[in-house]
């Protein structure tokens, strides 16, 4: 059973940056696509960014738009650890942030149902004004 940590969240300014881990145990990470999502309060889970697994030959990355340039999501197969790099992080960034597994290609379609078979617990990010 594949289990996934989330670590990296924390308290920032805005403009400030974090770098969230997603660590992997269980079963190998190497052919599933690794999905970033957040939650602000009072608001619906979202789909932030994904990465494909090493079966996807193009690598495909995904970012919505309102974190386009902002955000780098990146992965470690080595060390079964997918990241979320955030930079020029704002206010609205806030959220708890969970990432997730799933057994096919990065989409935005799969991101934005949220069709993730395995999460994590999640991390907090609060990004001050």
């Known amino acids: 059973q594949l289990q996934l940590v989330e670590t990296g969240g924390g308290l920032v300014q805005a403009g400030g940056s974090l770098l969230l881990n997603c660590t992997a145990s269980?079963?190998?990470?190497?052919?599933?696509?690794i999905g970033w999502f957040r939650q602000a309060p009072g608001k619906e889970r979202e789909g932030v960014s994904c990465i494909s697994g090493a079966d996807d030959f193009e690598g495909r990355t995904y970012y919505v738009d309102s974190v386009k340039g902002r955000f780098t999501i990146s992965r470690d197969k080595a060390k079964s650890t997918a990241y979320l790099r955030m930079d020029s992080l704002k206010p609205e960034d806030t959220g708890v942030y969970y990432c997730?597994?799933?057994?096919?290609?990065?989409?935005?379609?799969?991101?934005?149902?949220?069709?993730?078979?395995?999460w994590g617990q999640g991390t907090q990010v609060f990004v001050s004004s």
């Open positions: 269980g079963a190998p990470l190497d052919y599933y696509a």
């Open positions: 997730a597994a799933l057994l096919a290609y990065c989409t935005p379609r799969n991101l934005r149902n949220l069709r993730y078979d395995y």
